[in-house]
């Protein structure tokens, strides 16, 4: 059975930091590519940040360049979203995504991140 299980999401102060976890089970988790999203209330899913399958290329939205750092450990099967500097507009629902081809596309529960100011 697929399962991607984000954790790590919590209520921080504005400057604050937390560090996101996504454990993938089920697929063979280095050969896919892995993007964590966000979505707050009202407002359309947004794409964060999306690492290669080896993790040695990563990108991310202008609006957490330079604060964010995605990364993964596929001996873990686990991807991070480590988040600096952060902002309250950076409160939303976070969400992992595991792609591979058109077919294999999944998606974890999500997890929580609110930034108090």
């Known amino acids: 059975q697929v399962q991607l299980v984000e954790s790590g999401g919590g209520l921080v102060q504005a400057g604050g930091s937390l560090r996101l976890s996504c454990a993938g089970s089920?697929?063979?988790?280095?050969?896919?590519?892995m993007r964590w999203y966000r979505q707050d209330a009202g407002k359309e899913r947004e794409l964060v940040a999306t690492?290669?399958?080896?993790?040695?290329?990563?990108n991310y939205a202008d609006s957490v360049s330079g604060r964010f750092t995605i990364s993964r450990d596929n001996t873990k099967n686990t991807a991070y979203l480590q988040m600096n500097n952060l902002k309250p507009e950076d409160t939303a629902v976070y969400y992992c995504?595991?792609?591979?081809?058109?077919?294999?596309?999944?998606w974890g529960q999500g997890t929580q991140v609110t930034v108090s100011s």
């Open positions: 690492i290669s399958e080896t993790g040695r290329s990563a």
């Open positions: 089920g697929f063979s988790f280095s050969y896919y590519v």
């Open positions: 995504r595991a792609r591979f081809g058109v077919n294999r596309d999944y």
